[in-house]
């Protein structure tokens, strides 16, 4: 079946610092990839996505390209703040028929910015 | 900028008691779907909604969990006799029909079975 596996955090980061947060996935076919963030008490924001192999989803200084060779979708910022400390987690997404689309989510890494 | 809603944002609740979570999902999409995340663990699908029937579901999603849309607006996940190990954060999401497959996430509701 699907699954994604995200390195184990927690990270913690100084300001300013360079991100990277791994992610691979295990897949049929070509699914969607994401990030979501989740800062704290709050609810599941998507960050980025990509929906097929080269491309690059970004925002809010986050960059993630799709590598199919290599089935990995990383994380990285080149600049960290302490307003990014929050949970990341990856996700795919497997169409299940019936316009089904089930999100199957990594276990989620946790980042701390210092200031 | 519209947005999912949940009620309530924490719900405690005794073992074998039924609870009902609630959801607001945006207002013109189709598709509706419960997800949980116990506390440190991974967010995990529950079930798909479309068309006012149910169109896949998780092992999870055994006979104690049903869904239900009794209006035009809410999404409800009820839970019949709550376990202690159904402690978690549920997450409600709503998606767009068509090929626009992003899912927008509500703010979910913690439940705290005793």
């Not at chain 1, 996935?25 to 704290?40: D, E, I, K, M, N």
């Not at chain 2, 999401?93 to 090929?99: D, E």
């Amino acid at each position: 079946g699907n699954s994604v596996t995200q390195m184990e955090g927690p990270v913690t980061l100084s300001e300013e610092a360079f991100l990277t947060i791994n992610c691979t996935y295990t897949a049929t076919g070509y699914p969607s990839l994401f990030w979501y963030v989740q800062y704290p008490g709050e609810g599941l924001q998507l960050l980025l996505k990509a929906t097929k192999a080269d491309d690059k989803g970004s925002n809010k200084g986050f960059e993630a390209t799709y590598r199919k060779e290599t089935t990995s979708f990383h994380l990285e910022k080149g600049s960290v703040q302490v307003s990014d400390s929050a949970v990341y987690f990856c996700a795919l997404i497997k169409y299940s028929g019936a316009g089904s689309y089930q999100l199957t989510f990594g276990k989620g890494t946790k980042l701390s910015v210092i200031p | 900028e519209p947005e999912v809603t949940q009620t309530p944002s924490h719900q405690v609740t005794q073992m074998g008691q039924e609870v009902i979570l609630r959801c607001v999902p945006i207002s013109n999409h189709l598709y509706f779907y419960w997800y949980r995340q116990i506390l440190g663990q991974k967010v995990e699908f529950l079930v798909s909604f479309y068309n006012n029937e149910i169109s896949e579901k998780s092992e999870i999603f055994d006979d104690q969990f049903s869904v239900e849309r009794p209006d035009g607006s809410n999404f409800t996940l009820k839970i019949r006799s709550t376990k202690l190990e159904d402690s978690a954060m549920y997450f409600c999401a709503s998606r767009p029909g068509g090929i626009y497959n992003e899912q927008f996430f509500g703010p979910g509701t913690r439940l705290t079975v005793l």
